[in-house]
């Protein structure tokens, strides 16, 4: 906690991310750097920092895991701030600690309150002890020997969780009381895998939910207000691909409501920064929490959009010690906004991470259109980190607008080199249901084999030409007939 | 020129000539009397037979991308003579990364004998550790990594020698 | 360059009937090509299919580029011969293009008697090589042949000898030849694939040796598989008489089009233009050419519908008038054009010795388009000196370096077949039309004074021959007569180029031309003309 102004912020994050924070804070006068692992292609933001600041290890993933690599990137180059991004250590509290100790500042909430909201057990205990709703369940390290028997009690069906989880890694849905020993087993293993902990709790499954998230911000001055509602309902194993505000399921008291309850369990965990809640949310209009995020979202620019807020802004004036200074009543919500995905994954290879070249890259432009893009053309995409290359953002006067605006941007973006969801993307927003607002988590996979895109014919002659005649070789090959035979043609005698 | 271009599962060969007109691709489905202007920037306007359209094409190596009327597409180049050489060889392949990703162990040897079903090459990717193992048996003509390499999708790790 | 003006009416009957007529030869002889092309024992294509084996047209179409043309030559070779067992001589020869190159092709069909080079096989290939020496074009070679016929040894030798010094004149001359060796190579054939440039073998039915495993064993008691003694992979790692090591035909082809592809363009000699269509129908060609070689028309009405726009600039219009001179452009390529309206006289004569050096002062090729009954005879004729005036014509002939081609559109006799480039007359290709007839002398002529020795014969040996001997004498003699002077009857015997349907002449010459511009002309230089 300071109360100090930032002068020289590093940036601990590389992709899209990066690139989003960099652009806000160099537009206030904040000299910026960015770290960057040697065997990575950057991207955007080493283009956009003032200086690139290098990190080692075995993996590049594992030198931006590293605190110690971290601290002492920010400490070389004489950083006052760090900004975590998400992932990496944006949740980790010993990069707020270590930082502290060496009076730099972090870009976040306090780690207590990193602590208690990264473990979801003690988090969601915080919560239901404070008379917020959350799902039945059930805890192992409460009583390990009954904890199958009280995970049934919950009532089928159910979800195993990892105590230490996030992202959706290890998960697993139960409807018959059969498998549940297999499962349970299969997630402990997983937990160990991912995390190092093979700690697990179940709670209530809820079917066909939606997942409503709500932006929270806090300064350090004891002042909370949300930002509304963000629905992240279009998952694909838990991953977000299509986000949009305000949620189509929600009406104004319900609305009203779980934004209210995320003010309140923040200001409860004496939130500092911005921070996500997340809630499931059933068919029957119940809703239930489900874990907070003590970071920046991937998703959070369609609130910008409807808001008009930078939320970067105000984690960097939070972080300097500045009041908020607005109170809940000054945020106002005008029109829709979606955002998109694009990933370098294959949904013809199972979504696979695809890796390549970026040989051509298109962005799209126009009213109402943003994009958080980390990559630039020609860059070389690896299978090291996530597969996030860009998020296209829309916004319109109506959800309408914007889907036709969000359908008008895939149309003008392109990304050739490597394989990604681009079209897959389209196909969701051509969809009907998406179209109503009328979806689930469960969405996706329920419209699996339309959203392939079978159906649809490639538009073979156009295809094949363009691949003939884009064939320097077949060209010249073809240019090399004499003049005469091309104009006589296939004639025999 | 003669080429087969592979468009998700099916393989489509085509010849180039030059025609009276201008450049006729032979296709199965019929010549198409073709054209392909650049626009700058990767853009073209393509046209085949009496269909026409705007496209952004790229190529790298054997593989092109076409962006065309909202869609990506990729086709796969391939010389009938390659393909020719393929079809005539038994055995003579080899096995292949089933997912890009990194090389953490190389278990044979080029030499080695080897049975269907033995580990060949462990590999990770998405933090999942993958044991490539021989589709049939044979002897190692080569190996194509080491531990460490990226290697991508399809990529050919270890080579057969051919039992003709 | 002006337009031909046609005097031909195309709705009158007599045209139409004529039409009819004329078409009805072409569609006997396209019949017969047909036959000659595809017909073949059953048993013969069982064989070549369990062998793996591709019939040989199918080769020519992996091998040749789609969209582009092939000019077969000699297509009814030996088809009235042999019983019928060497349709077309066993042989494919033409030009086609592969991998954007002209290229004399050379393929063996194995589709009978093994595809046994009979004694017209050798004289064709040996035609097909002479073009390519003259051409500069470079030869494929799709090799499968059974080796010599074994009932006529003597009369396959000595031309079969002819192929491989043509071989090595053309390697000689820089124009290289590819062999894909598809069945076996024995003896001489063996030489086929060692002269070539490039060599491929398709392994298991590809061998190549100077005698087969029965002639080994026999010769030496040594007991040796094909696979061993000459296989495509003993050759390509051991002998290194063959090159590449395939395993289908069509990888073999694919191969051979990958080296063809590899070939140096030539450069293209001659004055070209835009091609442009001729102005008049071609296919009017039916009913303005006569059934009956006896029957005049116009040489015009026919340069009219092979040349582009039907434009002609016609030399000498009013001299020499039964020998129509000038200059025209047939698919772009300017040409000088010489073609008969009757009986060669002394002015004719003349004019086409001069038209002859005017083309060559200029480098310009020549079409000679043939009907004529030859030198005009008597003694007003020979007063004026017809057989000096001939004998210029082909003394300017002789000194011109300019190629010629030639077409016998009707009626070419006597010297006039001579004076008009025919086949002895170094054409770089002949060809005739099918209703056409050509000999010493006219049909009826011949018939008659052949009948007419014999007759003398007859009486001599037999004084007591009956009337209806007599006649069925004279009757046999005709029919021989008029059998032995047909188009078909020439080509079958490999005297020409191959009988073309007058509507396939056109391009048949664009390629001619095409091909004839790959070689730069000489500068002429003439003998002693008798004055």
């Known amino acids: 906690m300071t109360a100090a102004p930032i002068r020289r912020l590093l940036v601990a994050n590389r992709g899209e991310i990066a690139a989003r924070i960099l652009r806000t804070a160099k537009a206030q006068g904040i000299e910026c750097a960015v770290v960057r692992h040697a065997a990575e292609d950057g991207g955007l933001a080493p283009q956009l920092a003032d200086a690139v600041v290098p990190i080692e290890g075995a993996t590049p993933v594992a030198a931006y895991l590293d605190v110690a690599q971290i601290v002492g990137a920010a400490r070389r180059w004489g950083a006052d701030a760090v900004h975590p991004g998400y992932g990496f250590l944006s949740e980790n509290p010993a990069l707020a600690r270590a930082l502290d100790a060496a009076g730099i500042s972090f870009v976040g909430p306090p780690p207590e309150v990193t602590e208690l909201m990264g473990d979801k057990i003690s988090a969601r205990r915080f919560v239901a002890e404070r008379g917020f709703p959350v799902a039945p369940s059930a805890i192992e390290a409460d009583d390990p020997g009954s904890f199958a028997r009280r995970a049934l009690a919950v009532g089928l069906p159910i979800l195993i969780k990892p105590a230490a989880g996030g992202g959706g890694k290890g998960m697993r849905i139960v409807r018959s009381a059969e498998v549940l020993e297999a499962e349970l087993a299969a997630a402990r293993r997983e937990g160990e895998r991912y995390f190092g902990d093979g700690r697990l709790f179940v709670e209530r499954y809820v079917e066909r939910p939606r997942h409503i998230e709500v932006q929270v911000l806090g300064d350090q001055h004891g002042s909370v207000v949300h930002f509304g509602e963000r629905e992240c309902s279009v ?50 209009g119940q809703f239930y929490f489900l874990e907070m995020n003590t970071r920046l979202q991937v998703e959070h620019p369609v609130t910008e959009c409807v808001t008009g807020f930078d939320l970067v802004a105000e984690q960097l004036r939070v972080a300097a010690g500045e009041p908020l200074g607005y109170a809940q009543a000054d945020i106002g919500f005008q029109g829709h906004a979606i955002e998109l995905r694009l990933c370098a994954e294959d949904p013809a290879q199972g979504f696979m991470p695809a890796t390549g070249s970026l040989l051509v890259l298109r962005e799209p432009a126009g009213p109402g259109v943003r994009v958080d893009s980390g990559v630039v053309e020609g860059q070389r995409v690896g299978s090291d980190f996530d597969s996030l290359l860009a998020k296209l953002i829309v916004h319109g006067r109506s959800r309408s607008q914007a889907l ?8 003008d973006t392109a990304c050739l080199g490597v394989a990604t969801n681009l079209d897959y993307l389209d196909r969701i927003l051509a969809h009907p249901q998406f179209a109503a607002g009328d979806y689930s988590t469960a969405f996706l996979e329920e419209q699996a084999a339309e959203l392939g895109g079978a159906a649809e014919t490639p538009p073979i002659a156009l295809l094949l030409a363009a691949a003939a005649l884009s064939d320097g070789h077949m060209v010249a090959a073809a240019a090399d007939m004499p003049r005469l035979y091309a104009q006589m043609g296939a004639w025999r005698n | 020129m003669k080429k087969i271009f592979r468009l998700g599962d099916t393989e489509h060969a085509c010849s180039l000539l030059r025609g009276a007109e201008g450049l006729i691709l032979e296709t199965q489905g019929g010549p198409l009397l073709c054209a392909l202007q650049p626009l700058g920037a990767a853009r073209y306007r393509l046209g085949a037979g009496d269909e026409q359209a705007e496209a952004l094409i790229a190529r790298h190596g054997d593989r092109i991308w076409v962006r065309l009327r909202g869609r990506t597409h990729v086709l796969d180049a391939v010389d009938p003579l390659d393909a020719l050489t393929a ?8 096995a292949q990364a089933p997912m890009p990703g990194t090389i953490v162990s190389v278990l044979v040897q080029p030499g080695a004998e080897v049975k269907a079903g033995q580990d060949l090459v462990v590999m990770e990717s998405m933090k999942l550790e993958v044991t490539i193992r021989a589709p049939h048996d044979g002897r190692i003509a080569a190996v194509h990594c080491a531990p460490g390499d990226q290697v991508t999708l399809k990529f050919t790790l270890v080579s057969f020698e051919a039992t003709t | 360059m002006r337009r031909i003006q046609t005097a031909i009416d195309p709705k009158a009957p007599a045209f139409r009937d004529n039409a009819a007529r004329m078409q009805a030869v072409v569609a006997d002889f396209k019949a017969l090509q047909e036959r000659v092309r595809h017909e073949r024992p059953q048993r013969d294509i069982e064989r070549l299919r369990r062998q793996n084996k591709l019939l040989v047209r199918e080769r020519l179409d992996l091998l040749l580029d789609p969209g582009a043309p092939f000019l077969e030559l000699s297509s009814i070779a030996a088809y009235d011969q042999f019983n019928g067992e060497a349709p077309g001589a066993n042989v494919i020869s033409g030009i086609g293009v592969v991998s954007g190159r002209e290229v004399m092709i050379h393929a063996d069909d194995s589709s009978n008697k093994g595809g046994a080079w009979y004694p017209l096989s050798a004289p064709k290939i040996v035609r097909a090589l002479e073009i390519a020496i003259e051409n500069r074009l470079p030869v494929v070679h799709l090799c499968d042949s059974a080796g010599g016929y074994l009932e006529d040894l003597s009369g396959v030798y000595v031309m079969g000898g002819r192929v491989f010094r043509h071989q090595c004149i053309l390697s000689k001359l820089g124009v290289p030849q590819v062999a894909v060796v598809l069945g076996h190579c024995t003896a001489g054939g063996a030489y086929v694939p060692a002269l070539c440039e490039h060599t491929i073998m398709v392994r298991g039915t590809g061998a190549v040796f100077l005698g087969g495993p029965p002639l080994v064993k026999a010769a030496t008691g040594e007991e040796v598989t094909v696979e061993a003694l000459g296989g495509a992979d003993m050759h390509t790692t051991v002998s290194g008489t063959a090159d590449y090591a395939v395993d289908s035909e069509a990888e073999g082809i694919a191969l051979a089009r990958e080296l063809v592809a590899g070939f140096s363009q030539p450069r293209k000699h001659f004055d070209w233009a835009d091609a442009e269509a001729p102005y008049y129908d071609p296919r009017e060609l039916y009913g303005i050419l006569p059934v009956d070689y006896k029957v005049q028309f116009d040489i015009r009405e026919v340069i009219a519908r092979l040349v582009d726009g039907s434009r002609f600039q016609e030399y000498q219009p009013g001299y020499g008038v039964t020998l129509v001179c000038g200059w025209a452009r047939l698919w772009g390529c300017k040409v000088g054009i010489l073609g008969n309206n009757g009986v060669l006289f002394s002015d004719s004569s003349l004019k086409a010795a001069h038209f002859i050096q005017l083309c060559n002062q200029i480098g310009t090729p020549m079409i000679f388009l043939q009907n004529t009954t030859g030198y005009m005879i008597g003694r007003t004729y020979e007063e004026r000196g017809i057989t000096k005036d001939g004998a210029k014509m082909l003394m300017a002939q002789a000194g011109s370096e300019v190629p010629k081609f030639t077409v016998v559109t009707s009626g070419a006799f006597g010297a006039g077949y001579y004076g008009m480039c025919g086949r002895s007359w170094d054409p770089r290709l002949i060809f005739s039309w099918p209703q056409a007839r050509m000999g010493v002398m006219g049909p009826e002529q011949a018939g008659n004074t052949l009948a007419d020795v014999k007759l003398r014969q007859l009486r001599r040996e037999r004084p007591d021959a009956s009337d209806e001997e007599v006649a069925e004498l004279r009757r046999r003699t005709r029919e021989k007569s008029e059998r032995e002077t047909s188009a078909l009857w020439f080509s079958a015997r490999v005297q020409d180029d191959g009988v073309l349907d007058p509507l396939d002449t056109r391009n048949a010459l664009g390629i001619a031309l095409s091909c004839a511009a790959n070689v730069p002309v000489a500068q002429p230089r003439y003998g002693v003309y008798r004055m």
């Open chain 1, 404 to 411: 036709a605006r969000a359908r008008q941007a895939l149309a």
């Open chain 1, 235 to 284: 998952q694909r194993r838990f991953q977000k691909i299509i986000e949009e505000t305000p949620s189509p399921a929600l009406d104004a008291g319900t609305r009203a409501r779980i934004c209210e309850v995320a003010v309140g369990i923040a200001r409860a965990a004496g939130y500092v920064g911005a921070g996500t809640v997340e809630f499931i949310f059933g068919a029957d």
């Open chain 2, 87 to 94: 079809a005539g060889r038994h055995g003579g392949d080899g």
